[in-house]
């Protein structure tokens, strides 16, 4: 509340304070309330991945190397994600050693997502035979780090259109060589 005197002299202002005071000293409290108490939020607005394995096996040599992998991953969508629930279509998995793109694999997989849901998915592919023949020299060769990338479109429900693209990866070194 303001109050405003204005006598002969000069106006005086007395600004009350315990109103506002009290909103701020609530919010805080609030604030502590939920961080000391472990509460969490999840803000993702679309499919996330978080990958729990993945294993690449080879299999083959030169024009018959075929490049296979078996991925489980946990996607979910925030429980504040508007638009309603999600369609999510992964496509691809896209292996890399050493930064050097080493096979492509489909690993085809569509699933709906309601906010605030998650599921586990088990993603497995394998390459035409001959499709990448140096990546037995690349998988196979001493112990190498296999970075994992995948990517999926998704698009709410009620709004198709609003199409996005998004990726998550995982580095791994299961490598089965046959």
Sequence with gaps: ????????????????RPAALRSVRFLFGALALLLTCGCTVDTELGVAADFQSATVRVSGAGDTTVVAVDLVVDFR???????????????????????????EIRVDDSRTLSPGSSTTVTLTGETRPGAHPSARDLLCAGSPTVQVLIQWSEAPTMDPSMMMIDMADFTTRAIVCE
Excluded: N, W, Y
Aim: hydrophobic letters at 45%; a positive charge; glycine letters at 10%.
């Design 1 to 16: 509340m303001i109050r405003a005197s204005t006598g002969p002299k000069r106006p005086i202002m007395i600004l009350e």
């Design 77 to 103: 969508v925030g429980e504040h994600a508007q638009g309603g629930a999600r369609i999510f279509v992964v496509s691809v998995a896209t292996l890399f050693v050493d930064s050097t793109p080493t096979a």
